[in-house]
Every structure is written in structure tokens, then in C-alpha cells.
């Protein structure tokens, strides 16, 4: 039973580059979330799935398009790297709108 | 849309003091999360705040809802090294969960 789990752990790219964050849960939440955090800035919602089938905008999507594959993966895909987004990702789920958040143990993407 | 903010940014404790941070939002909450995030870490649930004027604890913790739903605190009585971290709480706006930038902790033993 591993909950919430995030890959990579660490990745390093180059301006324009484009990666895939993975995000998979095996507790069989509808509502699937991604974050950033950043130093003094908290974590920003980027994206979120309320289901599955459902993707909607967060506080900071610009750079950022996701996919619902199904119940279980939400991915998080960068099409052209920017070095602001340098950042730690962290994917979260819960069951529902009123349930606590079970994050990943994220992943730090540097963008040089 | 939505604003969560929460004070102070940092905080230095020496052990044995107590320690408090409040969050303020811009619109009445449904409810209210906690979350403490250890260095290194990912946030780990605390706690929910639901009803207007709630008073909720945990040990040395102490969490409360304002009585119009727009502001909470969370209190520590007495800090050990084991509260460092950084301690946020999260507004739910529909289906959204919005962080305050979190209060980070610092205890000197």
C-alpha cells in the first residue's frame, strides 16, 4: 500500500525542454491535486482533478497541462522548461471536497 | 478568488515557549486544514476546523475557528524540538484547497 506515489524524485532541465511528472495512488481517492512550493510563496495549486474525467485550473497554470488517465494517475507536463519553474512539485489526492490532503513525497525539478 | 494569508513567515522559539500563527482569508471558509510539513518533508494533516467558533486539541496544539469563518489559529503550548517545521493552513474554496504561505518554526533547544 504505497498511497501517493510521485516520479522522478530529482530532475535537472534545460530551458525549453519539456518532462512529465507521474503521479499514481493506490487509495482509491476521486480528487487528484497538484502543487508548487517555493520559498516564501507556500504551495500554489497549479491544477486539480475533482474526478476522474475532470481537470480544472488552480492559482498558477500558466506552463502547466495535465492529464486524468484514469481513477488512479494524474500527470503534470511541462512543454517548454522555464527556469521559473524551479520548484518542488508535490501531488496530493483526497476523497473528497471536504477530506485532508494525502500528498507524494514530491518531486525537485531545477531548470537551468 | 480565493486568499489565504497566514503570519507570521518565521518564527524563532526558544524551547518551552509558546508559539501561535494565524491565517486569515479574504472569504467565508466551509471549513479549515492544517498541515505541519517537517524539513525535508511532504505536509502531513493535522486537523479540521468545521463549525464557527471551534475549538479543537491535540496535546500541547490548540486549533480554533473565528466566528465568522474567515480566520484560524493554531497554538503551541510549551515547544519541543519535535514541533519544528512549517505549519499551514488551508482554506476550501469548492473543490479547491487553497494554502496560506505557512509559518515556519524554529525551536532552540
Known amino acids: 500500500n504505497a498511497g501517493v506515489t510521485q516520479t522522478p524524485k530529482f530532475q535537472v532541465l534545460k530551458t525549453g525542454q519539456s518532462m512529465t511528472l507521474q503521479c499514481a495512488q493506490d487509495m482509491n481517492h476521486n480528487s487528484m491535486y497538484w502543487y508548487r512550493q517555493d520559498p516564501g510563496m507556500g504551495l500554489r495549486l497549479i491544477y486539480y482533478?475533482?474526478?476522474?474525467?475532470?481537470?480544472d485550473k488552480g492559482e498558477v497554470p500558466n506552463g502547466y497541462n495535465v492529464s486524468r488517465l484514469n481513477k488512479r494517475e494524474f500527470s503534470l507536463r511541462l512543454e517548454s522548461a522555464a527556469p521559473s519553474q524551479t520548484s518542488v512539485y508535490f501531488c496530493?489526492?483526497?476523497?473528497?471536497?471536504?477530506?485532508?490532503?494525502?500528498f507524494g513525497n514530491g518531486t525537485r525539478l531545477t531548470v537551468t | 478568488g480565493q486568499q489565504v494569508m497566514q503570519i507570521p513567515q518565521y518564527q524563532h522559539v526558544q524551547e518551552g515557549e509558546d508559539f501561535t500563527t494565524y491565517c486569515n482569508s479574504s472569504?467565508?471558509?466551509?471549513?479549515i486544514q492544517w498541515y505541519k510539513q517537517r524539513p525535508g518533508g511532504h505536509p502531513v494533516f493535522l486537523i479540521q476546523?468545521?463549525?464557527?467558533?471551534e475549538v479543537k486539541k491535540q496535546k500541547r496544539l490548540t486549533f480554533q475557528f473565528g466566528e465568522a469563518k474567515k480566520n484560524s489559529s493554531l497554538h503551541i503550548t510549551a515547544t519541543q524540538t519535535t514541533d519544528v517545521g512549517t505549519y499551514f493552513c488551508a482554506g476550501n474554496e469548492g473543490g479547491k484547497l487553497i494554502f496560506g504561505q505557512g509559518t515556519e518554526l524554529s525551536v532552540k533547544p
Open positions: 472569504t467565508t471558509l466551509s471549513n
Open positions: 476546523l468545521v463549525k464557527s467558533g
Open positions: 482533478s475533482a474526478s476522474e474525467g475532470t481537470t
Open positions: 496530493a489526492t483526497r476523497k473528497g471536497n471536504n477530506s485532508p490532503l494525502h
